[in-house]
């Protein structure tokens, strides 16, 4: 199919047309994030539905780990990857894919040491922490035995995440999601086995959760390699090839569905495929043979796989020792950090909760923190996807691309987050009966008292989506400082003071403090939403091309000397879209 000229969509996007564009290509790679994150999330769900069946003292604890695992570890293996977010999809935007697999192995070392610094916490920290802010010493004892279980997992998480953002930036989503959903599925079994079959009680259902961790990766390599079977879903689930005529990204614009992935011969910016010493992950390959691809003789031949095996070119210890670039790295990765504050201000309400109404207070708060953070999920797919189509436009030196992008991701969140509010309100009595079961008062009580924070939490949920796409926006132009100063106003200096005078003042215990919350997520709607209006993206443009040209190299393994380089399908400014391969 012959591509459209530029002419006929018209100039920085074509209005409503180019918006329409835009909004199928950020839902063509939020769909796959989506079920990647709910996939992610639901086993964390799963279990907490086991153990909230054997008691309150079981179940307020086994929340509380889970909660502190993912504020003090999961939260901050996503605020360091903020920085493999932003110079990936800039790279690859840029044409320079070999620079997205280093930054794939530095994120790999900087998790590895701060996995270590957190299994350090788990085990030597939390304990005195939970006794020293006023929680009970037996949920303190019981929390830290979960959370030493939990540290492999731990591990695992971390080496998940980074490969996810790997594919993410080239569009392949499916495959993390694949991998997230195999294991998602067989979560339940394992948890029966471990607590039941076992006898394990609550220590198994931390042992599932590691197990679960731990597949998750391992099932994904297995799934990108196409190896243990997995042949035939790598073939559903990456590139297929396509016909030879490579895309003309100078005078013409290709429109979703039309970009030509180039073959061995026509690869992106002239560069051979990935020599035999350098196979994915570490595959082997025949001596002075091309990477071996799945099943080369089926219909999806070696042309499919060139272009995500591009972007590794195997493991450099050039990747880790360059100062420059991991101090930009650790740089970014710091903001990253702060940006997920919302994540420990949610832990800190929890705590507070724990302290104002005992273990009934930190029940409540932890149930409707998990639900809040399950229906986050959601919503995740939209950061991910705004944050990538914002990083590659720049990249690629397109920025009225990427302020279109910016402001279509955040709209499609308001309407999917407004879906969910209605579906929270409708349902608010059934889903926490989901955790707490109804086979006792005791139970059902604790059910009615976490249905009162879903009002709060209907509003919660549609500004945290908004803040979120548009922080994923921040995330591509790799402005995190800005959007952690947002966040830092809007949790520390009115939330979480205004949830402490309304809980323990004014006497409104946890609900009060999730009124409060509910004000801070709005604000932080409204900051990172004035950061995105502000954001002088030809600037950025040019700063990313100039972050890319210092440190970025192409796919042949030559520095990058080009301004605005040839991402791969992407046109030159002025083009209205920057489309990148379909999955």
């Known amino acids: 199919m012959k591509p459209v000229p530029t002419s006929e969509i018209g100039e920085n996007g074509g209005g409503a047309r180019g918006h329409l564009h835009e909004a199928w290509d950020q839902l063509a790679i939020a769909g796959p994030v989506v079920v990647n994150m709910v996939a992610y999330r639901l086993p964390w769900m799963i279990t907490i539905m086991f153990v909230g069946r054997m008691g309150e003292l079981e179940l307020a604890s086994a929340a509380m780990s889970t909660t502190l695992a993912n504020v003090t570890g999961m939260s901050v293996m996503v605020g360091l990857g903020s920085a493999q977010a932003t110079l990936s999809a800039q790279a690859f935007g840029a044409g320079s894919h070999r620079a997205v697999g280093e930054l794939l192995q530095r994120t790999l070392v900087v998790y590895g040491v701060a996995c270590a610094c957190i299994a350090l916490l788990w085990t030597f920290g939390i304990g005195p922490f939970l006794v020293a802010t006023g929680q009970d010493p037996r949920v303190a004892a019981m929390s830290t035995e979960y959370l030493v279980i939990l540290i492999p997992g731990l591990c695992g998480a971390a080496l998940s995440f980074a490969l996810q953002k790997f594919l993410q930036v080239q569009s392949l989503t499916k495959p993390p999601a694949a991998a997230a959903l195999i294991t998602a599925l067989v979560h339940a079994p394992i948890n029966w086995v471990f607590i039941h079959t076992f006898g394990f009680g609550w220590r198994g259902a931390a042992m599932a959760t590691t197990v679960n961790q731990l597949a998750t990766p391992l099932v994904l390599l297995a799934i990108v390699r196409g190896d243990c079977g997995c042949t035939r879903l790598a073939l559903a689930l990456l590139p297929t090839s396509a016909p030879a005529a490579a895309p003309q990204v100078e005078e013409e614009l290709m429109l979703p569905g039309q970009l030509q992935v180039p073959s061995h011969d026509e690869c992106v910016d002239g560069a051979e495929p990935p020599a035999a010493d350098a196979p994915l992950f570490g595959g082997k390959v025949a001596a002075g043979t091309r990477a071996p691809l799945p099943d080369q003789g089926a219909s ?16 450099r210890l050039s990747a880790v020792i360059d100062l420059p670039q991991m101090l930009e790295f650790l740089r970014l990765g710091v903001m990253g950090l702060v940006m997920i504050f919302e994540w420990w201000a949610s832990e800190i309400a929890i705590l507070m909760a724990g302290a104002v109404g ?56 308001a309407c999917e987050s407004a879906t969910l509010a209605c579906v929270l309100l409708a349902f608010r009595r059934s889903i926490p009966l989901l955790f707490t079961g109804s086979a006792s008062t005791e139970a059902r009580d604790l059910a009615a008292h976490v249905s009162r924070t879903y009002g709060y939490l209907s509003v919660y949920v549609v500004g945290d989506a908004v803040s979120a796409a548009f922080g994923g926006a921040t995330t591509g132009c790799g402005r995190q400082r ?41 604000l932080q709607c409204a900051g990172n939403a004035a950061i995105t209006w502000t954001t002088d993206f030809p600037a950025e443009a040019a700063a990313a091309v100039e972050r890319v040209r210092k ?21 030159n400014e002025g083009d209205g879209c920057f489309e990148i391969a379909e999955i």
Not at 300 to 315: E, Q
Not at 367 to 395: D, H, P, W
């Open 482 to 522: 800005f959007a952690a100063c947002v966040v830092i106003g809007s949790y520390g200096a009115v939330a979480l003071p205004l949830g402490y005078f309304l809980a323990f003042r004014v006497g409104r215990g946890y609900l009060g403090i999730v009124a409060a919350m509910t004000l801070g997520t709005c």
């Open 300 to 315: 999806c031949s070696a042309k499919g796989m060139d272009r995500y095996r591009l972007c590794w070119g195997g493991w």
């Open 358 to 413: 005992g273990p009934r207070g930190l029940a409540t708060m932890s149930l409707y923190q998990m639900t809040n953070s399950f229906v986050y999920m959601f919503s995740k797919g939209f950061e991910v996807s705004t944050a990538i189509r914002v990083g590659i436009g720049l990249g690629a030196g397109q920025p009225h691309r990427s302020r279109q992008a910016a402001f279509v991701g955040p709209a499609l969140a």
């Open 551 to 571: 440190h970025g190299t192409t796919s042949n393994g030559e520095k990058q000397v080009a301004s605005g380089g040839p991402g791969l399908g992407l046109g």
